[in-house]
Nanobody, 115 residues
Framework: QVQLVESGGGLVQPGGSLRLSCAAS????????MGWYRQAPGKQRELVAM???????NYGDSVKGRFTISRDNGKNTMYLQMNSLKPEDTAVYYC?????????WGQGTQVTVSS
């Protein structure tokens, strides 16, 4: 059973940066697809970024050029570097791991961008 724990969220001013981490317990295979999603109040959960086993990545249109996803397979940890943050980035951020037909979600971490 894989458990995911996000950290690194908080309050930041517009234009600032945050780095989120997603630490996984249990076996995470190198071919696992890992991703970050977010959900703002009253809105559907949306894809922020995904990273595949070969290191290739996909980003949501609203974060391209500002956010960077990465993973450290040796540490079973995924990261999301968020730069040039905007108020519309305010949401709960969730990490997700999909492998062998099983999907696991973390509990989420709040990111608030406000002056």
């Amino acid at each position: 059973q894989v458990q995911l724990v996000e950290s690194g969220g908080g309050l930041v001013q517009p234009g600032g940066s945050l780095r989120l981490s997603c630490a996984a317990s249990g076996s995470i295979f190198s071919f696992a697809v890992m991703g970050w999603y977010r959900q703002a109040p009253g809105k559907q959960r949306e894809l922020v970024a995904m990273i595949f086993g070969d290191g290739s990545t996909n980003y949501g249109d609203s974060v391209k050029g500002r956010f960077t996803i990465s993973r450290d397979n040796g540490k079973n940890t995924m990261y999301l570097q968020m730069n040039s943050l905007k108020p519309e980035d305010t949401a709960v951020y969730y990490c997700k791991v999909q492998q062998l037909g099983v999907v696991n979600w973390g509990q989420g971490t709040q990111v608030t961008v406000s002056s």
